[in-house]
C-alpha cells in the first residue's frame, strides 16, 4: 500500500474561484460511476475482505453513502444562511453499525447513486451566488464557501475511491 496522508491531517486549498461551481458539481456527479465499475466486477470475498484491519471495499463504498445524508444537510445550511455548518461523527459510528460487509454491493451502490444524484439535481436548482456564501466548517475550524465544501467532498470522495483503488489492486 502506498503512503497516503490520512484523511484527518490533510489541508486544503480553496483559492479559487465560485466560478467553478459546475465543475465541482460534475465531478460530484462523477463518483457513482466509478465506485460501480471499481466494485461490480469483484467477488464478494475481494469486496468485504479487510485488509490491515482497515476497512473493506465494501465499507469504503457504504461510508460514502453514510455521508451523503451529511453533504444534503450541509447544502441546507448553506442555503438558509447558516454561519456554522453540521458536524459530522468523526467516529465514524454509523459506518461501523451499519455492517455494510453483510449487504448486497448492489444495496449499497444503488443507495449511493440515488442519493448522490439528488444532491446534485439540488445542486443544479441553486443560484450562482448561493456558491460564495461561507459557514464555519466544524472540524478544519475555517470558513467555508459551499464551494470549497464541494471541493472538499470531492477529494473525500476521490480519497476512499482511491483507496478501494488500492485494495483491488493488492488484492488481485
Known amino acids: 500500500m502506498s503512503n497516503r496522508i490520512k484523511w484527518t491531517e490533510r489541508k486544503f486549498d480553496f483559492g479559487f474561484s465560485t466560478g467553478v461551481y459546475p465543475e465541482m458539481i460534475e465531478r460530484l456527479h462523477g463518483t457513482p460511476a466509478r465506485l460501480e465499475e471499481y466494485c461490480c466486477s469483484l467477488p464478494i470475498e475481494t469486496l468485504t475482505l479487510r485488509a490491515e484491519n ?13 455521508l451523503e445524508r451529511l453533504v444534503q444537510q450541509r447544502i441546507q445550511e448553506y442555503i438558509a444562511g ?5 458536524a459530522a461523527d468523526m467516529s465514524n459510528r454509523k459506518t461501523y453499525e451499519e455492517n455494510h460487509n453483510d449487504k448486497p454491493i448492489e444495496k449499497i451502490l444503488n ?8 444532491t446534485v439535481e439540488q445542486l443544479h436548482a441553486l443560484d ?15 470558513d467555508m464557501r459551499l464551494i470549497d465544501m464541494l471541493f472538499f467532498q470531492a477529494e473525500h470522495d476521490d480519497y476512499h475511491l482511491t483507496r478501494i483503488s488500492e485494495l483491488r489492486r493488492s488484492l488481485a
Open 54 to 66: 482497515r476497512w473493506s471495499i465494501q465499507e469504503n463504498a457504504g461510508h460514502l453513502l453514510d
Open 82 to 86: 447558516a454561519t456554522a455548518l453540521h
Open 111 to 118: 443507495e449511493f447513486r440515488r442519493e448522490r444524484m439528488a
Open 128 to 142: 450562482a451566488e448561493i456558491f460564495g456564501r461561507i459557514a464555519l466548517h466544524p472540524r478544519l475550524n475555517v
